[in-house]
């Protein structure tokens, strides 16, 4: 069971009774809700045990404040969660910009372009982190953050490239 796992132990060590600075929302519901939409979506248990890790290998200073553990960890599950952050590191929420076409409508501009994983696994915590993301964005944030109408594009743009319909993204986060 992924909460009897390695990776589940070290990221409750990591985060412990940490918040999310706006919502504060506790940062392992974060965790917790996205393994529950892996179950959903059908991934794999190493899918599961990398998506409760990667945070610990997320930015550049975890990275290197934490990347022993990797030894403690499943060599699959060390893959999957540093492809995940080579993944969704290379398009975070700063390549969208919100600006106006050639003939002065409202756009958004994209800077970079938004690929996917060549491993299903990396690309099923993707979908969990999106959708999760994504719950959390309409619950806290739609309407009232600087870059409101930017982030809710940023996660339409992941959840079609991920092929999630507005339909599934309802059944992945019913009852979360």
Do not use: C
């Not at 390695?6 to 809700?33: K, P």
């Not at 290197?64 to 699959?76: F, T, V």
């Amino acid at each position: 069971m992924i909460k009897d796992s390695t990776a589940y132990r070290l990221i409750q060590e990591f985060y412990g009774d940490q918040r999310a600075q706006r919502s504060q929302v506790l940062l392992m519901d974060h965790i917790d809700q996205g393994i529950e939409i892996l179950r959903r979506h059908g991934a794999n248990e190493d899918a599961m045990e990398a998506y409760a890790v990667h945070p610990i290998f997320q930015n550049d200073s975890d990275l290197l404040g934490n990347y022993l553990q990797a030894s403690l960890l499943d060599p699959i599950v060390v893959l999957y969660a540093i492809e995940y952050r080579n993944i969704a590191n290379n398009f975070l929420s700063d390549a969208i910009e919100k600006g106006q076409d050639g003939w002065g409508r409202e756009a958004f501009h994209v800077k970079r372009q938004l690929k996917l994983s060549p491993i299903k696994g990396v690309n099923d915590m993707l979908v969990a982190d999106k959708v999760q993301n994504r719950k959390d964005f309409l619950a806290y944030h739609l309407g009232s953050h600087a870059r409101s109408d930017e982030l809710d594009h940023y996660f339409k743009m992941w959840l079609k490239k991920l092929e999630i319909s507005e339909e599934r993204y309802q059944e992945l986060v019913e009852g979360l």
